[in-house]
């Protein structure tokens, strides 16, 4: 597709399920990012793809939290046993290569909401 | 350490005036790039506008403007001739360090309202 595609759009779980968002990067674009954004607030830095290594995890805020990017193109953020501070937007994003003056791309988002 | 502050929370405006967002960012780096993306109430993050820290020339794109003065640390968004469209959540960013790639950190954001 032309731009960044995330999917669920919207995901419900209940405490302790464990949930997989999705984002289907731009066609080409090496670099990947996945952020999360709580409600009222700038987007936060999670973890970062180039091609298929995962080269930074800083911002990963547990290990719940776990990112692939098997193929250098679909990446997959899974979050186990969710707890109810893991509400918010996750957003990914999207370069061509990364470089610091590289405009990233976003996907509209998925609203996780844990019950 | 990186840092970004946008320092109005909400701005208000009628159609067809001029606006300008605020921001303000501190950085380590000598080369950097400033971004402003915007946000409407459906979600989705829109990239508008980039300065290089070595540009010299003001950014612009459209009815998007930059008012960079880099030795302030400023990069000032300005939009001409607003239009109802134009409400949405604006942030500006800046990356952060990273061993390659370089992911961003982002202002609080400043909520614009356009009225008719």
């Known amino acids: 597709g032309a731009g960044v595609s995330q999917s669920p759009r919207y995901k419900v779980a209940k405490r302790g399920q464990d949930v997989a968002l999705r984002c289907d990067p731009i066609?080409?674009?090496?670099?990947l990012f996945w952020y999360q954004q709580a409600l009222g607030q700038g987007p936060e830095f999670l973890t970062y793809?180039?091609?298929?290594?995962?080269?930074?995890k800083s911002g990963l805020p547990s290990d719940r939290f776990f990112a692939e990017r098997p193929e250098g193109s679909v990446s997959t953020l899974k979050i186990q046993r969710t707890q109810q501070e893991d509400s918010a937007v996750y957003l990914c994003?999207?370069?061509?290569?990364?470089?610091?003056?590289?405009?990233?791309?976003f996907g509209d988002g998925t609203r996780l909401s844990i019950l | 350490a990186q840092k970004i502050t946008q320092t109005q929370p909400g701005m208000f405006v009628q159609e067809k005036e001029a606006v300008t967002l605020d921001c303000t960012y501190d950085?380590?780096?000598?080369?950097?790039?400033l971004f402003w993306y915007k946000q409407p109430s459906s979600g989705e993050m829109i990239f508008l506008i980039y300065?290089?820290?070595?540009?010299?020339q003001n950014a612009t794109e459209g009815r998007y403007s930059l008012n960079f003065q880099k030795a302030r640390k400023s990069a000032n968004l300005v939009i001409s001739a607003s239009q109802l469209g134009d409400s949405a959540m604006y942030f500006c960013?800046?990356?952060?360090?990273?061993?390659?790639?370089?992911?961003?950190?982002f202002g609080k954001g400043t909520t614009l309202s356009v009225s008719s």
């Open positions: 300065q290089g820290s070595y540009d010299e």
């Open positions: 066609s080409g674009h090496v670099s």
């Open positions: 950085t380590s780096d000598q080369s950097y790039g």
């Open positions: 960013a800046i990356p952060l360090p990273n061993q390659a790639g370089t992911a961003l950190i």
């Open positions: 994003a999207s370069s061509a290569t990364g470089g610091v003056f590289q405009p990233q791309h």
């Open positions: 793809f180039q091609n298929e290594a995962q080269l930074d």
